[in-house]
Nanobody
Framework: QVQLVESGGGLVQAGGSLRLSCAAS????????MGWYRQAPEKQREMVAS???????NVADSVKGRFTISRDTAKNTVYLQMNNLKSEDTAVYYC???????WGQGTQVTVSS
């Protein structure tokens, strides 16, 4: 089974930027899409953005205009560029495939006000 390792999280001030990386143990091109999810304490896990094997990317309304998903298939890596961060963005961020594979540990993003 493919393994996913997220990295790049940390503490950042509101208005700042962060770039998350998700390294996969195999080619990401064999999946229909790759996506970023986040889960804040006591809240449901939600999809933030996704990028299909072909076609246009998708982002949630809450992050539209601020977050951008991209990939480097040669490196088997998907990225999430996060700009103009808000306190509401504080969460553990995960990546996953479609169809889903076991979740990784995620990476913590904390935005201070």
């Amino acid at each position: 089974q493919v393994q996913l390792v997220e990295s790049g999280g940390g503490l950042v001030q509101a208005g700042g930027s962060l770039r998350l990386s998700c390294a996969a143990s195999g080619s990401i091109f064999r999946f229909s899409s790759m996506g970023w999810y986040r889960q804040a304490p006591e809240k449901q896990r939600e999809m933030v953005a996704s990028i299909p094997r072909s076609g246009t990317t998708n982002v949630a309304d809450s992050v539209k205009g601020r977050f951008t998903i991209s990939r480097d298939t040669a490196k088997n890596t998907v990225y999430l560029q996060m700009n103009n961060l808000k306190s509401e963005d504080t969460a553990v961020y995960y990546c996953n495939t479609s169809p889903l594979v076991p979740w990784g540990q995620g990476t913590q993003v904390t935005v201070s006000s």
